[in-house]
């Protein structure tokens, strides 16, 4: 018999990339252009570390017991997809417009996005055609002043809602074109 197949790993420290994609024409296929455009912002090394980020929580429902059945056994029921509270750096005495105030600016309560990452690359590798990505349609809401870290470590802040508000795009290439 052959030896199984066991997939090396893929490192995502310091090799992951977030942006915030203002539109795509279609969340399966992110065009170069749309991912690189002056519009899109690289959140990447905007964001703290504790961060949320997107999840997925599917639901396992009981199958219910007939008279005569000694086991049960489970359906799959509900998946929820859902956001997380941002947290990103906030420079609160630098100018508008500055790297400082950036994404507070492009973020005003109900901006609707698609936030979208790569993995397994460095964090600074431009993006091209053929790169694997996981894109979310979001909404944020309101940023609040909140600080990241304690103590000496504390660093000015905001805190932001944000929804997933449809169906992600996961493991998908990106496309060269317009």
């Given at each position: 018999m052959a030896e199984p197949y066991r997939p090396g790993a893929t490192k995502t420290y310091g090799r992951e990339n977030w942006v915030l994609i203002p539109s795509v024409n279609d969340i399966n296929a992110i065009t170069a252009t749309e991912w690189n455009a002056a519009s899109s912002i690289d959140v990447t090394r905007v964001l703290f570390a504790s961060t949320g980020k997107p999840s997925q929580a599917t639901n396992r429902?009981?199958?219910?017991?007939?008279?005569?059945?000694?086991?049960?056994y489970e359906f799959i029921g509900t998946s929820n997809v859902t956001g997380g509270d941002m947290l990103y750096a906030f420079a609160d005495q630098e100018?508008?417009?500055?790297?400082g105030k950036k994404l507070y600016e492009a973020l005003p309560e109900n901006t609707?996005?698609?936030?979208?990452?790569?993995r397994g690359i460095p964090r600074a590798t431009t993006a091209a055609a053929g790169q694997f990505y996981h894109a979310y349609p979001v909404e944020f809401g309101p940023s609040f002043p909140a600080d990241a870290g304690e103590g000496?470590?504390?660093?000015?802040?905001?805190?932001?809602?944000f929804a997933v508000t449809g169906e992600p795009a996961i493991n998908k290439a990106i496309v060269a074109g317009v």
């Open positions: 429902v009981t199958a219910e017991r007939r008279l005569g059945d000694t086991k049960q100018a508008a417009a500055s790297d609707t996005s698609v936030l979208a990452q790569r000496e470590s504390a660093e000015t802040a905001m805190s932001c809602a």
